[in-house]
């Protein structure tokens, strides 16, 4: 399971059942799987493989999942890094903690076996990281998904993660307005602590990224309603 287009996913649960079944399933489904079994180990594994997405369990000896999830959004190089959180059935609390420290989605044990990787791959989606050789192109802006690249005339620009999937939602639904709630949705997911004025801050950024090339006028402010991405300026 080396192949570089698999996603790569980090198992972080003390249980050596659970997690070998996880690794089990996981690799079966077409996943790279990574496994730890404390914090510390998992902090290592992601430091030497980057992986894509980490399955983090709540109840962990020493450093507890809630709050390694904290620590992670706190880091630079791990502040995108897609967390889904895994508890014990009975932890409705936990769940909007665990939301409220970072985590992306929450899955209650016991789960299926395809609730969790149909979870999984939702979440590689709307973080832009599901590997689809992908090439969107309008108007001499190319954006590619596979190399996680935007190129304008053949020059390079520079977007975050979260630039980066909006750009993405936008091209591949031109032509549409969009309210701030759906763009949340789209782009975002369920992460319910998310607010609207964060849309704008993200097409801010997304039009400053384009600027310099004369391309933020496709990003279009749709008064009263939202967002659209024209090809008409
Ligand atoms: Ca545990």
Known sequence: MTDKSNPRVLVVEDELAIREMLGFTLARA?????????TREATDLIARTRPDVVLLDWMLPGISGIDFARRLRREEVTRELPIIMLTARGEEAS?????AVGADDYITKPFSTQELIARIKALLRRSGIEREDEMVVIEGLSLDTAGHRVNI???????GPTEFRLLHFFMTHPERVYSRDQ????VWGNQVYIEDRTVDVHIRRLRKALAPFDYDQHVQTVRGSGYRFSKQV
């Open 30 to 38: 077409g996943f790279e799987v990574l496994e730890a079994e404390d």
């Open 95 to 99: 769940k909007l903690k665990g939301f």
């Open 153 to 159: 005339k053949g020059k390079t620009v520079k977007l």
């Open 183 to 186: 763009l949340l949705d789209q």
